[in-house]
């Protein structure tokens, strides 16, 4: 659990949440997880595991 947080915060600078509504920061914050899946991909058909 700690790399999705800590490639989370370093690739996407999802750390600080500078929106102002709650919705922007539930969209943001629901559109972070499929981009780190999406960097997880690529990073695996790169190795030659996926």
Excluded: D, H, S, W
Excluded at 9 to 33: D, E, H, I, S
């Amino acid at each position: 659990m700690e790399k999705v947080y800590a490639v989370t915060k370093k690739m996407f600078k999802a750390g600080k949440v500078l929106t102002t509504t709650v919705q922007r920061v539930n969209l943001k914050m629901l559109c972070t997880p499929f981009c780190y899946n999406l960097y997880q991909v690529r990073t695996l058909k790169i190795k030659g595991i996926f």
